[in-house]
């Protein structure tokens, strides 16, 4: 597990007091149903139809920002975030982050445990888009709030180290970038659920990435490769949505290992189940 020296030494250009006092600001006229905007985009997304998920999302910023609803436009763009990081819209995707700032700002949500994982969903755009050292930032002040929040197992901890560590191997700080994909492993360890069995694959894979980019005679990528590859195997994880959204994206990872045969079967995997619901 990562020391408190690992995420307390924070230097950044971000002033990280912006969510912890409420300004002034109008008055709210009505609000956005979020569940409802939820479920809408959790279906696009099962046929991975991410323009229409951009539009819908779009559709609701319009309607808080004309309604004042800055927590309902917040969530919102909070989501459309991710969907121009998954289409590999960097030029939207900025803009959303910067918004995204600037509502944390207007709302002032203090630091909470979602204010912590909305700063890691910006920092992961922004690492994406190429700002990686820009992230590192965000991604600190995020641990920093979890740290004060929630216990060290938690599963919240996965995500923003598996995180932290490819903002690092893109500023190859290798090191690091290998501490914090074990740091989230270690985390990972600690649940059963399916999503974190899933995501420890995702890890696993991405520290046999690591290793390769420095030595691609490194018996540890294959080591670690396989084992995710195994966990995608296992007959006790269900082929939900979640599974074919990783799977999809652990076929590029393999790929780029030059494990092509591994890549087509989960791409198969993938393409069976949003085909079904298409």
């Known amino acids: 597990m990562l020391k408190d020296e690992d995420y ?23 609000r956005i149903k979020i569940n409802e905007m939820l479920s809408q985009i959790d279906r696009l997304y099962s046929r991975e139809n991410f323009a229409q ?3 819908v999302l779009e559709e609701y910023i319009n309607e808080a920002e004309s309604l004042c609803d800055y927590e309902g436009e917040l969530s919102a763009v909070n989501e459309i975030i991710g969907c121009f990081r998954m289409s590999g819209d960097a030029q939207n995707g900025i803009k959303a982050v910067d918004r995204c700032f600037e509502l944390l700002k207007i709302t002032a949500p203090g630091d909470s445990v979602s204010t912590g994982t909305i700063l890691i969903n910006a920092a992961t755009a922004l690492c994406e888009f190429g700002k990686p050292r820009e992230a590192l930032e965000v991604y ?6 979890y740290s004060r929040r929630i216990p060290a197992y938690d599963e919240h901890f996965a995500s923003l180290y598996n995180n932290m560590a490819s903002a690092y191997d893109r500023t190859s700080d290798f090191e690091d970038a290998e501490k914090y994909y074990k740091a989230a492993i270690s985390v990972l360890d600690k649940h059963k659920s399916q999503n974190c069995v899933l995501d420890k694959a995702v890890s696993y894979l991405n520290l046999a990435q690591l290793y390769n980019a420095q030595d691609a005679e490194d ?35 393999f790929s780029y290992l030059g494990y092509f045969l591994f890549a087509s079967e989960l791409n198969e995997r993938a393409d069976k189940y949003y085909n079904e619901r298409s």
């Open 140 to 145: 600190k002040e995020a641990c920093r709030i």
């Open 8 to 30: 307390k030494e924070l230097c950044c250009a971000f002033d990280f007091d912006f969510y912890k006092q409420k300004p002034d600001r109008p008055e709210v006229k009505g």
């Open 53 to 55: 998920v951009k539009k």
């Open 219 to 253: 018996k540890r990528t294959k080591e670690c490769a396989d084992e995710a590859m195994k966990i995608l195997d296992s007959e006790d994880i269900e082929r939900d949505f979640y599974y074919a959204h990783t799977a999809r994206k652990c076929a590029g990872g």
